[in-house]
């Protein structure tokens, strides 16, 4: 099994910036790529951005070239920076992990006030 847990969310200005982590433990070995995906209630969960155990990066159209994810091997941890945020990305943002089984952080609130 992969553990994940996530931090960095929290309340900012719109323009501001904030960094997400998500550190990984358990099978980490078993796990092929990673990503932040990202939901508002009462809407299906999207893909914000990947990367993969290559270190092939995909983004979501509406965050394409203000995010850049990036991931610390020695650590374990994937980054998600937010840079030049907007109303519109104030969602909870989930880890994601796919090995076996696709495996879920149990997310965190980021709040972009205009």
């Known amino acids: 099994q992969v553990q994940l847990v996530e931090s960095g969310g929290g309340l900012v200005q719109a323009g501001g910036s904030l960094r997400l982590s998500c550190a990984a433990s358990?099978?980490?070995?078993?796990?092929?790529?990673m990503g932040w995906y990202r939901q508002a209630p009462g809407n299906q969960r999207e893909l914000v951005a990947s990367?993969?155990?290559?270190?092939?990066?995909v983004y979501g159209d509406s965050v394409q070239g203000r995010f850049t994810i990036s991931r610390d091997n020695a650590k374990n941890t994937i980054y998600l920076q937010m840079n030049s945020l907007k109303p519109d990305d104030t969602d909870v943002y989930y880890c994601?992990?796919?090995?076996?089984?696709?495996?879920w952080g149990q997310g965190t609130q980021v709040t972009v006030s205009s």
């Open positions: 994601n992990a796919n090995a076996d089984f696709t495996y």
């Open positions: 358990g099978s980490i070995f078993s796990i092929n790529g």
């Open positions: 990367i993969s155990r290559a270190g092939i990066t």
